[in-house]
T-cell receptor, first 111, second 113 residues
């Protein structure tokens, strides 16, 4: 089983749509969870951390279900500029500040 | 906004040659990392560095790889004898408080021919 699994997509959505991405992680001992955004051939950039109670940052909402080892990201009112690959990232509980990345879900927002 | 700086942005080298990838982490950060991403694949951890020594390294980080903080600002990754399969984007990152506040540099694209 992969450490962090994501649907690769692509998700093709019109501007203004709501889109949701899911992610599962294999190690129940992971304690830190993140969504990163990566534009083509660029570095990963932190979009948001994910907290147990769920959290929101503008149009972005992240949820965590520890029992199911499941993380989600909801994007409301999609913009053209949201087109990117969204990376689900968790910490390696056996590691020292080590991040484990999923392969990413590609989003394409069209006019 | 503070940033992690990496040079060069693109390096082409012949198989068997040594390369040094350079990084300047954010000045007040204490934790430094190298990750790599082979084209079309996921980002993978290589090594973490704290207090002038390696904290952890992955299976990928074998004897051909080494890291150094030669002066107080630079953080380098050396690949001693490059192989074709070392072709990838190499990202340096730094953080002030461990897992939170990770900032990645813009990467060095290494092409081994």
């Amino acid at each position: 089983r992969k450490e962090v699994e994501q649907d690769p997509g692509p998700f093709n959505v019109p501007e203004g749509a709501t889109v949701a991405f899911n992610c599962t992680y294999s190690n129940s001992a992971s304690q830190s969870f993140f969504w990163y955004r990566q534009d083509c051939r660029k570095e990963p950039k932190l979009l948001m951390s994910v907290y147990s109670s769920g959290n929101e940052d503008g149009r972005f909402t992240a949820q965590l279900n520890r029992a199911s080892q499941y993380i989600s990201l909801l994007i409301r009112d999609s913009k053209l500029s949201d087109s990117a690959t969204y990376l689900c990232v968790v910490n390696d509980p056996g590691g020292y500040n080590k991040l484990i990345f999923g392969a990413g879900t590609r989003l394409a927002v069209h006019p | 906004e503070p940033e992690v700086t990496q040079t060069p942005s693109h390096q082409v080298t012949q198989m068997g040659q040594e390369v040094i990838l350079r990084c300047v982490p954010i000045s007040n950060h204490l934790y430094f990392y190298w990750y790599r991403q082979i084209l079309g694949q996921k980002v993978e951890f290589l090594v973490s560095f704290y207090n002038n020594e390696i904290s952890e390294k992955s299976e990928i980080f074998d004897d051909q790889f080494s890291v150094e903080r030669p002066d107080g600002s630079n953080f380098t990754l050396k690949i001693r004898s490059t192989k074709l399969e070392d072709s990838a984007m190499y990202f340096c990152a730094s953080s002030e408080q461990g897992l939170y506040g990770y900032t990645f540099g813009s990467g060095t694209r290494l092409t081994v021919v």
